[in-house]
């Protein structure tokens, strides 16, 4: 949950307008977002992240 709620903070700075519950709304559903684009481009951070984290870089 941490990699999310950071990844929705973070994606903020560069311009999306997506939160955390928009973020979990999207992940489950996958449609009926808004701004789905928002909410993909966050889901791709959280992907990131948690890569990074498996793969020990960071």
Do not use: C, W
Not at 24 to 30: D, K, P, R, T, Y
Not at 38 to 47: F, G, L
Not at 50 to 58: R, T, V
């Amino acid at each position: 949950m941490f990699a999310r709620h950071e990844s929705t903070l973070s994606s903020q700075v560069e311009g999306t307008h997506s939160t955390l519950e928009d973020v979990l709304e999207f992940e489950v559903s996958g449609e009926g977002h808004r701004k789905p684009k928002d909410a993909q481009e966050i889901v791709n951070y959280v992907r990131a992240m948690n890569y990074g984290n498996d793969a020990g870089i960071g």
